[in-house]
């Protein structure tokens, strides 16, 4: 399943990912830091959608309310409410 997911408060544009059934398969972020999104992206492949979620959906950004890595929890919670 392939998923596409606008971020709000962080410097990304975009986020696509890429499910086979519950584990993910690929992320690509759109803008950000480069190295940070690539790092974010390369250690989320192969994890499960729910170990994902309960590792990184509370990150913040320094004074943000968000992060990368939590705008990319909060798509993949809806990208299986999409399924």
């Not at 971020?7 to 499910?19: A, F, R």
């Not at 999104?37 to 309960?54: C, P």
């Amino acid at each position: 399943m392939e998923f596409h997911y606008n971020p709000t408060g962080v410097c990304s544009k975009g986020i696509d990912i890429e499910l086979d059934g519950d584990v993910i398969k690929s992320v690509k972020f759109t803008g950000g830091c480069n190295g940070n999104t690539q790092g974010v992206a390369a250690l989320a492949k192969g994890m499960t959608v729910q170990e994902y979620i309960s590792r990184c959906k509370d990150i913040k950004c320094g004074l943000k309310k968000t992060s990368c890595p939590a705008q990319l929890a909060l798509a993949l919670e809806e990208a299986v409410l999409a399924k």
